[in-house]
């Protein structure tokens, strides 16, 4: 209790010191996000889910480079929040980054915050989302970042952008799959339907007539803004007898890169260019899940969803229309084709600032993990629970954000101690590991980074339980990807491999199935940030950790002061 107090009696004090001031400038734009409930009706039932303005999904939010803008977020629901901009570095801002416990306390029904979105040196897609429980699932929204006037995008303009959002259904409220899944020890339940702009499309029941449908010209060029909100689904995803071309990820441009079919990971977004250039007819997208495990089993959501591009014109349109090609939903080699071919730009407009010589060098091992249960009493693989982990430590959410406890000295919310190499090596992505591997110990632990150092990650994927990919994300900071691969990491071999001259720079990085992928980034973004899976559901069971960079020395390498009504604990 004396803790709460403790803060809330130094928030009062900031607020005093520097005023609400540096948060108010006129020309600032303010938007509104009313988080409330909504009634939808998906697969012939209705329910209600949490939504942002009652929009599912919610509303495109459009700025320009470097913009900032404020959005005044209301809870006006039943349940905690907490709102993300995912991508967005937050340049010495942590403060209203949004992952509940890690940079604030969540925003409580009837309450408000407002939250700045600090945009630098991204361009192109980014999106936003609920950073709390799993109400990201129907709180998540596109973020458009246009180039700066007087600027030009690397490509021909193209006629017309579309958001593309792809997502997940349950009948049932996701929550409650959460809360089931995490009292029973089992994976949580498949959704019912993956969705296109919020719809199944019409091989659903009660679907035809709401299927997203984009409307395109014979002869012009469409910018798809895609992004991967599901919550735990890698997806494949194409459109008949049409090629894309990949421009962009994350935020950051790209090489073009043709492919017939994408891999778009939970967290990631792409910028595809589509040329409307085969006969006028209707032609479906599609998008379904790419996953290691049994389909038989359930253990994922192995529906297509589809949308509908249609030719402007007097026609009789195709029936029935036929799907694109997709991978066979195991096709491992298939999930990297994207991520083998992406380059950054890397020329003077789009410079590639990859760090050289690494001043910090880690290994992160991210895998899944169970604990026994008595008798084996529980849901998960041969009756125990479900867990995962970063070097064999499942991540436990305080009770305190770890960005107050940081900046306010409060001790005993998070510890500093996390490892930097795997305390235990072994041969992480064979077939047969020893079971007393699979045990993860649990904690709150952080790595402290010194301001400017530059860092290099190896995430190995291991095989315990499953090998299967996961899609970090780091908070703060765009990286380069310099290098990946299949199997163990070799320190010897495989650097000599690394991209070092346009390697792509994302937020959301898969790792491969039973593989490995390095990242760098400069630590020039002071605060607390937060890195996870961004498949839900290893999120939740403990694949997380955070960084501290510490300050530096000029007032302009620190972190500003927090505002006057971060929520409280
Ligand atoms: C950018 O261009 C738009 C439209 O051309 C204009 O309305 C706006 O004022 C310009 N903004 C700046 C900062 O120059
Ligand atoms: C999950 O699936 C099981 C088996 O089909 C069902 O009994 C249960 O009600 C489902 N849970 C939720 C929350 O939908
Ligand atoms: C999904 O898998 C189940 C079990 O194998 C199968 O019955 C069902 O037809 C599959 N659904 C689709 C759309 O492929
Ligand atoms: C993919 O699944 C099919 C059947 O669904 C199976 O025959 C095949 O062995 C699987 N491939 C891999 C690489 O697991
Ligand atoms: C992997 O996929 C690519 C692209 O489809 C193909 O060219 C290549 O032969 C495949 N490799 C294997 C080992 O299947
Ligand atoms: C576990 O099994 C033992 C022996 O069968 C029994 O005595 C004990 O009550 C069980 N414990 C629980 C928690 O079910
Ligand atoms: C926290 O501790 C640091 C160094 O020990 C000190 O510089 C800083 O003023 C303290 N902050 C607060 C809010 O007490
Ligand atoms: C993780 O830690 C637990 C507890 O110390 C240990 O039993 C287990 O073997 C460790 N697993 C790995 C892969 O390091
Ligand atoms: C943390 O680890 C202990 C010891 O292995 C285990 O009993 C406990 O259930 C774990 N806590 C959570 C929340 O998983
Ligand atoms: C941090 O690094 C950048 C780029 O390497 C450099 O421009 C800047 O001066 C450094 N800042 C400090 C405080 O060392
Ligand atoms: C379940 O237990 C069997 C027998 O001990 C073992 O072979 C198998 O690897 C276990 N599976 C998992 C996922 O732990
Ligand atoms: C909502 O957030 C407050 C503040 O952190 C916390 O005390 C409360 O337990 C949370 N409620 C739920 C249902 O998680
Ligand atoms: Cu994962």
């Known amino acids: 209790m004396w803790l709460i107090m403790k803060v809330f009696l130094l928030q009062i004090l900031a607020f005093l010191l520097f005023g609400g001031g540096i948060y108010c400038q006129a020309s600032t734009r303010r938007l509104t996000f009313v988080v409330k409930e909504a009634s939808y009706t998906r697969l012939c039932s209705t329910k209600n889910i949490l939504t942002v303005n009652g929009q599912f999904p919610g509303p495109t939010i459009y700025a320009k480079k470097g913009e900032t803008i404020i959005v005044d977020v209301y809870n006006k629901g039943k349940e905690n929040i907490t709102i993300h901009w995912h991508g967005v570095s937050m340049p010495r801002y942590p403060w209203t980054d949004g992952p509940e416990y890690i940079t604030q306390c969540p925003i409580q029904p009837g309450s408000k915050f407002s939250q700045k979105i600090i945009l630098s040196f991204e361009e192109g897609t980014l999106w936003w989302h609920a950073h709390s429980d799993w109400t990201r699932n129907t709180i998540h929204g596109a973020i458009i970042v246009y180039p700066k006037n007087g600027t030009k995008y690397p490509f021909p303009k193209p006629n017309a952008e579309i958001p593309i959002i792809l997502g997940q259904w349950w009948k049932s409220d996701a929550n409650v799959v959460r809360d089931e899944a995490l009292a029973t020890g089992a994976d949580p339940n498949a959704s019912d339907s993956l969705l296109i702009n919020g719809q199944p499309g019409d091989l659903f029941p009660c679907s035809k007539s709401d299927t997203f449908k984009l409307t395109v010209d014979h002869g012009k060029t469409y910018l798809l803004r895609i992004i991967n909100a599901a919550l735990h689904e890698a997806l494949f995803f194409s459109i008949a007898k049409h090629k894309m071309t990949v421009v962009g990820t994350d935020g950051s441009y790209t090489k073009p890169l043709t492919r017939d079919y994408i891999t778009i990971y939970p967290g990631q977004t792409y910028d595809v260019l589509l040329e409307a250039n085969q006969h006028p007819d209707h032609y479906y997208m599609a998008a379904k899940t790419y996953s290691i495990a049994p389909a038989a089993r359930n253990f994922f959501d192995n529906t297509t969803t589809t949308a509908i591009v249609q030719y402007r014109g007097y026609y ?217 899976c961004h498949v839900e559901r290893h999120q939740t069971w403990g694949m997380d950790t955070a960084f501290i960079v510490k300050n530096g020395k000029h007032p302009e390498a620190q972190v500003l002061p927090p505002p006057s009504d971060m929520p409280p604990c």
């Open 316 to 532: 009789t349109p195709s029936s029935p229309l036929s799907l694109p090609y997709l991978p066979t939903y195991n096709d491992t080699n298939a999930s990297v084709q994207v991520m083998a071919g992406l380059r950054s730009l890397a020329d003077a407009e789009h410079p590639c600032n990859v760090p050289l010589s690494p001043s910090t060098k880690l290994i992160y091992t991210v895998g899944m993990n169970s604990y026994l249960c008595p008798n084996n009493s529980c849901a998960g693989p041969n009756g125990t629970r479900f867990s995962a982990s970063i070097n064999n430590i499942s991540f436990q959410f305080p009770t305190i954000d770890i960005l107050q406890a940081y900046y306010y000295n409060i001790s005993g919310v998070y510890g500093d101690k996390f490892p930097s190499v795997p305390e235990l090596v072994f041969d992480f992505t064979t077939d047969i590991i020893p079971l007393e591997y699979q045990t993860p110990k649990n904690g709150t632990e952080v790595r402290v980074l010194e301001y400017n150092s530059t860092v290099e990650i190896v995430f190995q994927g291991t095989n315990l339980i499953a090998g299967t990919h996961h899609p970090m994300h780091l908070h703060g900071y765009s990286f380069y990807v310099v290098g990946w691969g299949f199997g163990n990491f070799d320190k010897d071999k495989d650097p000599l491999h690394y991209n070092l001259v346009d390697p792509p720079l994302q937020s959301t990085i898969s790792v491969p199935t039973k593989g490995w992928a390095t990242i760098r980034f400069e630590a020039s973004n002071p605060g607390v940030w937060f890195m996870h």
